[in-house]
C-alpha cells in the first residue's frame, strides 16, 4: 500500500519491520518480510521520480586527492535509490575477500562467503543474472572471471506495484527520518518528516536503516549526537573506513591473436588473481579489465616498441600488416585498505531540514599503487611467456607521476562507515548486521563491508539484505512465541 501520509495511520499502530531507504537493500528486505507475512513500514526520504530539491539533500564537501565524483551525483534520492542509475555489472566476492590477506590490514569478514551462498540463487534471480561459468586459469598467478550483467533491474519498477498492492508492506514516500528515540539499549520510535512538513513518530519492533553507503553513516553519526551517545553505544568505528573501487586505466597492450579469452558482451575480458597470488605477492584482490583500444593505437605501440626492439618491432609489424595484432587497454579496479581516516563526518552546514550535511574524506596513499603494479607485472609476464603480447604502462602505475585526477577514480561504489565486526571497537554491526549495544536497530547495504575485494557490490548487498531478511523473520518469530501471538500491532513494547 503507498501511504501518502504517515498522519493517515493510526498513531498506536507498530509494525513489525520499518525498514528506511527503497534501494536494493532496503527494497529487498521489505519484500522478503512481507513475503513472510510481517508488517513493514518502507520509508523512503525521496520522491518516485528525481528532483533537483531532493537531490540537494545529498550535496556535501570532499576532501581528499584525486576527487570523487561528487555525492550529490553519485547516489540518487528517490524510490528504487541508486538502482536508478547503476551500470548492472555484479560479481559475487571471492571466498578470500572475507579473510585478512595482508597481516596489519583488518579486512575480515566476522561471516564468510558460506554463510552469504545460500541466498545467491535468489539474488541472482532478483537481478536477473544468469549463472557464472567457472573461472579458467591464466598461468600460475591469473584467472579469467566472468561477470553477469543485470539489465539493470530498477528496483522501484521490479517492486513498485508489489508494494502498492500489499496489504503487509507499505510505501511511504517523501518520508524523512530526521532521529531517533532511544529507550533501555532499543528504538523506540524514528522521527520521521513527511512529505507534508509535519514531524512523525513511527513505532516498530526492528529498524533496518538502509540508506547508502554515505547515509548510514550519516544519519546513525547525528542520531547518537541528538541521543548523547545512546544509539550507537560503541562509535569508535562509526563514519570510518570508508572504501571505494579504485578504478584507472594502466596503460595499453600490443596483442597478438593467440590470446585465450573472447570478449564480452560488454567488449570486456576480465582477469583476476589466484588466492595464493594474493597471499604470495601481499597485495589486496583486483580486477584487471581488457577492452578494444581506440583506432590507432597498435601502430603507435608498434612504433614505440621499435624504439627499444627493433627486432621485434619489425616482426610485431608484418604481423600487424595481416591483421594478426591489435592494441587494447588495460584498465583496472581493485581492493583498497579500511583505513580509519577514511570516513564520513558531519558537515557544519546543514541541509534544507536543518540536517547536517555528509562530508566524505577520502585518500590514496602509495600502498595502494602496489596492487596495480603488480597486477601489471603478472599479466606483462604471463603475455610476454607466451609470446603473445607485450604492456606499455602509463607513466603513474611506476610511480613516476601521482594518479591521475583525469580518470574514472572510482566506481561509485560507496563501502564502509558502519562494518561489521564482533568487536564494537572495529566494527559498528555484528555478523547479523545489528547496531552493538542496541537491540532492534540493523544496517543493510555496503556501508557493512569490511572490505571490498574487487567485485560490484549490488548483487553482495542483495544477499546480505536476503540473510538480514531471513534472520529478522526469525528473530520476529521467535518473539511471537515468546508472547504467545505474532499479532504484534497491539504488543506494548518491541
Known sequence: ??????????????????????????????????????????????????????????????????????????????????????????????????????????????????????????????????????????????????????????????????????????????????????????????????????ERLVAARRFVLCAGGIENSRLLLWGNRQSGGRLVPEPAALGRYWMEHPHFTLGHILLEDDFPFAFDEKGTVFLAPTPETIRERRILDFGLRVHPAKEGVARELITALACVAPGLGEKVFRRFRKRLVCGLLLRASWEQPPRPYNRIVLSDRMDAFGIPRADLHWYLEEFDRRTPQVAAELLAGELAARGIGRIRLDPWVSGLEGFPADDEVGGNHHMGGTRMSEDPRRGVVDADCRVHGIGNLYVGGSSVFPSAGFANPTLTIVQLALRLADHLARSLARDGELHGTLQVDTLASA
Open 1 to 198: 500500500m503507498l501511504v501518502e501520509s504517515l498522519g493517515a495511520l493510526p498513531r498506536e499502530r507498530r509494525y513489525d519491520v520499518c525498514v528506511i531507504g527503497s534501494g536494493p537493500a532496503g527494497a529487498t528486505v521489505a519484500h522478503a518480510l512481507g513475503r513472510a507475512g510481517h508488517s513493514v513500514l518502507l520509508l523512503e526520504a525521496g520522491e518516485e521520480t528525481w528532483s533537483e530539491a531532493s537531490q540537494a539533500v545529498y550535496e556535501g564537501d570532499f576532501y581528499g586527492d584525486p576527487p570523487l565524483l561528487p555525492m550529490s551525483v553519485s547516489r540518487v534520492r528517490q524510490f528504487g535509490g541508486s538502482s536508478n542509475h547503476w551500470g548492472g555489472w555484479c560479481r559475487p566476492l571471492e571466498s578470500i575477500d572475507f579473510e585478512n590477506k595482508i597481516d596489519g590490514i583488518d579486512g575480515a569478514w566476522p561471516i564468510r562467503r558460506a554463510d552469504l551462498d545460500p541466498w545467491l540463487d535468489e539474488a541472482c534471480a532478483i537481478l536477473e543474472l544468469p549463472p557464472f561459468p567457472p573461472d579458467v586459469g591464466f598461468g600460475d598467478s591469473l584467472r579469467h572471471v566472468a561477470f553477469g550483467y543485470s539489465p539493470p533491474v530498477n528496483f522501484a519498477i521490479r517492486y513498485g506495484d508489489e508494494f502498492r498492492r500489499s496489504d503487509r508492506v507499505h510505501l511511504a514516500l517523501g518520508s524523512y527520518v530526521t532521529g531517533f528515540d532511544v529507550d533501555g539499549g532499543r528504538v523506540v520510535h524514528a522521527r520521521v518528516r513527511d512529505r507534508d512538513g509535519a
